[in-house]
């Protein structure tokens, strides 16, 4: 053209902002409408990948000017996932497209994006996830393309040893486990795991974890294992069992579980009290779980400000048969913490409660399974024991009554073997806890501080028509209490304390002792 620089590039005659996203124009058109379409290039240029660095720098400021004096309008067009050479498409876009594609503005396709990344990285599927905005087609204003970046794990397969506390057993243990990520290619993950527990338990069990899939609307997992607990120096008997667990329903403060169990309780040492013993044999558990748990504390290990609640509710007796335990147990479990403002300390106190009573045909006159009862006491710290009635500092495993003598071979050894510990169908516990910050800064660093305690705790038998005799007043007054001292060591796996525990109040039957405690516990 004559008068035109033939070494002028023509993208470079448009200013910065003269893209426009519902048409593509002429460099002339451009050029003659400029002041016309200048406010609308503005609103739609920030989708386009500038060419120049200049652009770039123009742009963003344009965008954040935008953001900060109002929503931005966009339509998300397409989320396009790469990078998953093994993992299916769906079980990204599960997590994902629903979340991306509601938002309507910037603000929102931005905290969307955020969660998306943080749900996905939860996985444990993916190295790296990255999110980034991209234009969207000309011909649709105001439209925007998501684009999901993942790596995949290269390393797959993980394992850990550690201290842990499991409910089942109310006391400490140490496992060891084994996990494969993604064999499938669903987000599975198998795991392997085998536990053996200061108070002689061991369980070996094998799972299989799968994320949200089309079909299901929350993450589905299934557990089979086998699981043996010693209770002979507390309630002669051997417990066996040989169980499916299967999570129906899980999210952020709900969980609908089922159990199937084969469960036998023998006694090998031929002593055992006349109600442990009619209890022996074997019974099936069918039952299914539902549970609420609601956690606002800062910290599961030191809690300093928050609260935490926790529901659960239990039904068994499901499966069609004789041999099927029926039973209806319910527990509950609040905790606050209220920080004091100096040397870091907090106040925590809690109270938690659980009654389980049989159901079915001439339940007034059936007695609780002892597995399913409810013990207190044990190697472990009422701080991290949420979900219910467990711990007292300074009371050993199952070391409250209800308990029933020992049934003797002669006279002479009927003093010597003592008696069973038949755990309760009530149970009730409470605490408080000050923490504080020892005054050095090396403890304050490693996280070490120091608390005084005290708790109290009773538990009580209700069935086999014991409850018409049951007085409120009696058990108020039967109620056993410690108090205490300590030093609390904080770890990423266990909160291990050296505490010094004195007993205010016990009976001739309870297993307590006044001194020197080491409890390593995992939060619950």
């Not at 120096?233 to 169990?261: D, I, K, M, P, T």
Request: charged share 25%; glycine share 8%.
């Amino acid at each position: 053209m004559p008068g035109s620089d033939p070494n002028l590039d023509p993208e470079n005659q448009q200013p910065d902002n003269a893209y426009d996203l519902s048409e593509e124009d002429d460099d002339d058109d451009v050029l003659e409408d400029d002041d016309d379409d200048d406010e609308e290039d503005e609103d739609e240029d920030v989708w386009f990948e500038p060419a120049t660095p200049r652009e770039v720098k123009l742009k963003m400021e344009a965008l954040v000017r935008r953001m900060l004096t109002g929503p931005v309008s966009i339509h998300v067009h397409d989320v396009i996932i790469e990078g998953n050479t093994k993992t299916k498409r769906y079980i990204i876009e599960a997590e994902a497209s629903e979340s991306l594609k509601k938002a309507t503005t910037m603000q929102e396709l931005l905290q969307a994006s955020n969660a998306v990344n943080s749900r996905l990285k939860s996985l444990g599927l993916f190295d790296s996830v990255m999110i980034t905005l991209d234009s969207g087609p000309p011909e649709i204003p105001g439209s925007a393309n998501v684009v999901i970046e993942v790596e995949e794990a290269r390393n797959r397969l993980s394992g850990e040893i550690g201290a842990y506390v499991k409910d089942e057993a109310r006391s400490s243990s140490v496992e060891g486990s084994i996990r494969y990520k993604n064999l499938l290619g669903y987000g599975d993950l198998w795991d392997g795991s085998l536990a053996y527990g200061f108070d002689h338990s061991a369980e070996v069990s094998a799972g299989l974890y799968l994320p949200r899939l089309k079909a299901l609307v929350a993450p589905m997992t299934a557990r089979v294992y086998l699981l043996t607990q010693d209770w002979l120096n507390f309630s002669s008997c051997n417990e066996r069992s040989v169980g499916l667990s299967l999570g129906l329903f899980s999210n952020r403060y709900n969980n609908l579980e089922y159990n199937l169990a084969w469960r036998t309780l023998t006694d090998s040492s031929q002593v055992s009290s006349s109600s442990v013993r009619s209890q022996l044999g074997y019974n099936l558990v069918s039952s299914l779980k539902y549970t609420l748990k609601i956690d606002r504390r800062n910290s599961l290990v030191r809690p300093t400000q928050g609260y935490a609640f926790v529901y659960k509710t239990q039904i068994g007796g499901l499966a069609p048969d004789s041999h099927s335990f029926r039973f209806l147990r319910q527990e509950f479990d609040l905790r606050f913490a209220i920080p004091l403002g100096f040397y870091n300390a907090a106040l925590n106190f809690g109270i938690s409660s659980g009654v389980i009573f049989p159901w079915g045909k001439g339940f007034l006159n059936k007695s609780t399974s002892p597995p399913e009862k409810f013990f207190l006491g044990g190697n472990l710290s009422p701080i991290c024991a949420l979900g219910g009635p467990k711990a007292l500092w300074g009371f050993k495993t199952r070391g409250l009554i209800p308990c029933e003598p020992k049934s003797p071979v002669d006279n002479e050894t009927a003093k010597a073997l003592g008696s069973d510990s038949l755990g309760g169908d009530l149970a009730v516990t409470a605490l408080a806890d000050l923490s504080f910050d020892i005054p050095s800064r090396w403890f304050r660093e490693k996280g070490i501080h120091a608390h005084v305690f005290a708790c109290a705790g009773n538990v009580a038998k209700l069935t086999g028509n014991v409850y018409q005799t049951f007085s409120i007043q009696k058990f108020k007054e039967s109620f056993k209490s410690s108090v205490g001292v300590g030093i609390v060591i904080p770890t990423s796996l266990f909160r291990m304390e050296l505490n010094y525990c004195y007993i205010l109040k016990k009976f001739d039957h309870d297993h307590a002792k006044a001194g020197f405690w080491l409890t390593f516990s995992r939060p619950t």
